[in-house]
């Protein structure tokens, strides 16, 4: 009997519930939210800055990383990834060079953002954008590099912060035209401001929207966006902050007590991290090769 192919993300897209897309950063936080239920997780620059460098979303990390990290992230799990490019990392021919790269490690979605040198997390401020035309002829080398075409190209503006909302649809509607597959406007700050973006597009191509803890954007529960007209919501640095408030706690109680029996209720102990990441399975497998 033959095997039902996966569905692809696009197909994914097309039909209800939103999708709700976690951050992820490696392969063990990708492990753990696979696990957790997830069918779609968001390779983030910014979780990725954090974690590998130690340093703020400012446009540190490489594409050669980001790269690495994706193939890593795909040998370990079978969701669909969508993956944060930033600018692509140049003209439209580096757009070219990282849309391959990322596709042959594993992307089945990949976005590009229209701001200019030096660029930064789309909840701070002071960012500054490229022309639109400019954004266009990326999003046209986006498409002419991938191989295949169940992989998506999302088109991501920050218009709305350096110009202002009007001219951020109207550049969101450029990047429709020029074949974006998922439009993203990024940072609205009030629910209008989202419903605004939903009534606009929504029905004409996917759209994304970005929760980000303390960012610009007001924390919406993805029913409400769907109600509204969203297809798919990531939530990139929440794993970070999450665990930078847990790790913050346990290296203070070690400190504070000189043994982490204090803090051991809120951990994995030894044997449950090992049957979490497979390592039954692992020696199992390697027994079959013994001589």
């Known amino acids: 009997m033959k095997m039902a192919e996966p569905e692809t993300l696009n197909s994914r897209l097309a039909r209800k519930p939103i999708i709700v897309a976690p951050g992820i950063y490696d392969a063990f936080t990708a492990l753990l939210a696979q696990q957790a239920g997830f069918s779609t997780l968001y390779v983030s620059g910014a979780a990725i800055a954090y974690t590998r460098l130690g340093r703020p979303d400012i446009g540190l990390v490489s594409m050669s990383e980001v790269a690495q990290t994706l193939a890593l992230i795909r040998e370990r799990v079978t969701a669909h990834l969508i993956v944060d490019a930033d600018t692509g990392y140049g003209n439209a021919l580096n757009v070219r060079r990282t849309v391959q790269e990322f596709e042959r490690a594993g992307a089945n979605a990949i976005q590009i953002e229209d701001q200019d040198f030096p660029k930064r997390c789309g909840h701070l401020d002071d960012k500054t954008v490229i022309p639109a035309s400019e954004m266009c ?39 429709r035209a020029a074949g974006a597959d998922i439009l993203f406007v990024e940072a609205p700050k009030t629910r209008d401001d989202l419903r605004r973006v939903a009534d606009t597009f929504s029905g004409k191509v996917p759209l994304m929207a970005n929760m980000v ?45 000189g043994t982490s029996e ?11 991290l090992n ?16 001589a």
């Open 137 to 175: 002829g990326k999003i046209r080398a986006a498409l002419d590099a991938r191989r295949k075409r169940e992989t998506l190209i999302i088109a991501r503006t920050d218009a709305l912060a350096a110009e202002g909302f009007e001219p951020a649809i109207e550049r969101a509607d450029m990047y």
């Open 275 to 290: 049957d979490l990441i497979g390592t039954p399975e692992m020696l199992a497998l390697g027994k079959r090769y013994d």
């Open 213 to 257: 803890e303390g960012g610009k954007t007001p924390l919406v529960p993805a029913a409400e966006l769907d109600a509204m007209g969203f297809a798919l919501v990531i939530f990139p640095g929440g794993i970070v902050r999450a665990l930078g408030r847990l790790a913050s706690d346990y290296y203070a109680s070690l400190a504070a007590h």
């Open 262 to 272: 204090p803090f051991s209720n809120r951990m994995l102990d030894f044997n449950s």
